[in-house]
């Protein structure tokens, strides 16, 4: 490295790690001046402009790094890819990653990291073509055996999930992360027999490490499958007592943005995007594992549908127009930058990087539930576009999310029995508001009725959307397309109503939200 170039890097550093970040973006600036593929600099500069919710300016920064990465710079190839995540470049990620030459040491090295951007995007068999021409050189990686693990799980190869996963702690006993992914993947044999080598694993990290969460949800999975209620709802909350001091999420300024997104989307004028000759987005939405997965699984065996898994090309139009990072709620802040965007281009733009995935298909289904926040705007950018909110039993949605270990800081509400019974408040008043302003585009179905009559709400849901009705579609194990949500084991059964009331092995211990949930709701829980 050239001393000058070193000299003036740390100095950029140093200010930034002091919070003097004018400083360190001046001579970040200076940096790039002088070569415009410094990769790094590029790196650090797209940070800064992130944290100042400068969106466009940061993913200008981010995708000059695009041609170094092309050109050979394996090294970079997983920082760059993460960094293209987060502007929700998927396009980019792939064509990347598979354009790289994966027998190069650098790219072996990363392969775990990269197999993961893989299955983010939904390339699923990349993915795992990717493990296995590294595997010869990593067989003993824990990482790679775990993301192996993930990839054929994903694949619905359940047996083989379930012995890559006992390979990966074979080699890594402590792994939390192996731990808690086989406990939700797959029930000890016998029940329970798993639990004493998790307890010893929880010996292996800090107390309130970033370890813990995920072994006490392991714990939680165990101790319900063997039949120890009690005990599965101690490690229930001390998993979630530890991740809530783990993560960021505000539930005023959340309550904030609810009620600034309502006003604001009161009365649309009019709808602004593009209609005539154009595919129909079908948006699934509603809270997590409220049976949005279930519902894409029928949809997507329509011969007139593609089914794209979890997209975030919606939420990128969004902050590509308005020019600001929209986080995992709306902020007042937020709803206001909106009020100036052109929504018109926001549905060109979702149009047009949403094109390859509907594979020529006139339908195309974006099962992303954080979309629900969006509903309005998805109604004014996409005129022709059907949204469907998934709705559950209080009681069972508020479980259902406080049972799962969501990644980062996503759904931060589902830590904590009170913020919980909130934000279902909050989730409830503003399916109020969808259902009286989004007219014709707007449908609420509930988990109950689809899984207890799946034929009679199958048709109604095609109807609504415009798509003549197939009955065979209801048998959901004949779609063998890839699974990457949590729900991705339980979706390769027959449809079932296993889930309707499951709630009540904790009734004694979910007595506080119950009552809560009814002062929020007006009505019994």
């Not at 001046?26 to 940096?31: A, G, Q, V």
């Not at 990363?110 to 073509?129: C, F, K, T």
């Not at 029940?191 to 714990?219: C, F, M």
């Not at 406080?402 to 009170?418: E, V, W």
Request: with cysteine.
């Amino acid at each position: 490295m050239d001393p000058q170039f070193e000299r003036r890097w740390r100095n950029a550093r140093a200010l930034e790690n002091a919070g003097e970040v004018s400083g360190a973006k001046d001579i970040y600036e200076e940096l790039i001046a002088e070569d415009p593929a410094r990769v790094y600099v590029r790196l650090r500069l797209s940070a800064i402009e992130r944290v100042a919710g400068n969106y466009r300016n940061a993913h200008a920064h981010i995708t000059h790094c695009v041609e170094s990465v092309r050109n050979g710079r394996w090294k970079d190839l997983a920082a760059v890819t993460r960094g293209l995540l987060m502007f929700d470049e998927w396009r980019l990620v792939g064509e990347l990653i598979k354009g790289t030459d994966w027998s190069h040491p650098e790219v072996i090295r990363s392969s775990p990291v990269l197999s993961q951007h893989l299955w983010l995007i939904g390339e699923v068999p990349d993915a795992l073509r990717l493990i296995d021409a590294a595997l010869p050189w990593g067989a003993s990686s824990p990482s790679l055996r775990y993301s192996r693990a993930n990839v054929l799980r994903y694949l619905g190869r359940m047996d083989e999930a379930a012995e890559e996963y006992e390979l990966c702690l074979k080699l890594s006993p402590s792994d939390p992360y192996a731990h808690w992914s086989l406990a939700s993947h797959s029930k000890a044999e016998p029940p329970g027999a798993r639990i004493g080598r998790i307890e010893e694993a929880q010996k292996a990290h800090p107390s309130n490490g970033v370890e813990q969460p995920y072994l006490h949800y392991a714990l939680y999975k165990e101790f319900e499958d063997a039949g120890d209620f009690s005990r599965a709802w101690e490690h229930l909350m001390a998993g979630a007592a530890i991740k809530r001091t783990q993560i960021r999420y505000e539930p005023r300024t959340e309550d904030a943005g609810f009620a600034a997104l309502q006003a604001a989307t009161a009365k649309f004028s009019g709808r602004a995007g593009p209609v005539d000759g154009c595919r129909v987005p079908i948006f699934i939405v509603g809270m997590p594992r409220s049976g949005t997965t279930l519902l894409e699984r029928i949809l997507g065996g329509h011969g007139e549908v593609s089914a794209a898994g979890e997209l975030m090309d919606f939420h990128g139009a969004l902050c590509w127009e308005s020019d600001q990072f929209c986080g995992h709620y709306p902020t007042p802040e937020m709803v206001e930058r909106m009020r100036a965007v052109d929504f018109g281009a926001i549905g060109r733009r979702y149009l047009d990087r949403t094109q390859a995935l509907a594979k020529g298909r006139p339908y195309l289904v974006d099962k992303n539930p954080e979309n629900f926040v969006y509903a309005g705007y998805i109604a004014r950018a996409l005129p022709n576009a059907r949204i469907i909110c998934m709705r559950r039993n209080p009681l069972d949605a508020c479980m259902s999310n406080l049972k799962n270990l969501f990644s980062n800081d996503a759904y931060g509400y589902s830590y904590d029995l009170d913020e919980l019974a909130d934000y279902y408040g909050r989730f409830d008043r503003l399916c109020k508001h969808w259902r009286d302003t989004l007219g014709e585009q707007y449908m609420e179905v509930g988990y109950e009725q689809l899984a207890g009559d799946p034929l009679a709400m199958s048709e109604r849901v095609m109807a609504f959307c415009g798509l003549p009705f197939d009955p065979a579609l209801v048998d959901i194990t004949r779609n063998n397309a890839p699974v990457t949500t949590a729900s991705s084991s339980q979706v390769r059964q027959s449809i079932n109503t296993r889930g309707v009331g499951a709630w009540r092995k904790y009734e004694t211990h979910l007595e506080p939200l119950r009552r809560k949930l009814e002062d929020a709701l007006g009505v019994a829980a």
